[in-house]
Nanobody
């Protein structure tokens, strides 16, 4: 399984952007996809996840600002980031968890929030 992220860029505080992640390979229909982020010197933390059935879960710090979605029938997941804050700036990683518990990770995409 390969995950390829895109969409990270420089954005001003209060701005928006959308991250995309496309998965390829042998993939079970019953999987969970999500986004995590990791700042230097910190552990990787969950941002948002979405199951194959469309159930979602968000970190408290992004609720109401970020929205995760996935394209029906495709192994593609999106993260819409609105009202960005400087503390949101870091590397965002796409994740897929198989029904067997195997984790797959993308290479990461950098989000920079600055004037």
């Amino acid at each position: 399984v390969q995950l390829v992220e895109s969409g990270g860029r420089l954005v001003q505080p209060g701005g928006s952007l959308r991250l995309s992640c496309a998965a390829s390979g042998t993939i079970s229909s019953f999987n969970t996809m999500g986004w995590y982020r990791q700042a230097p010197g910190h552990e990787r933390e969950l941002v948002a996840v979405i199951t194959s059935g469309g159930n979602t879960n968000y970190a408290d710090s992004v609720k109401g600002r970020f929205t995760i979605s996935r394209e029906s029938g495709k192994n593609t997941v999106y993260l819409q980031l609105n009202s960005l804050k400087p503390e949101d700036a870091t590397v965002y990683y796409c994740n897929m968890k198989s029904p067997y518990g195997t984790d797959y990770w993308g290479q990461g995409t950098q989000v920079t929030v600055s004037t």
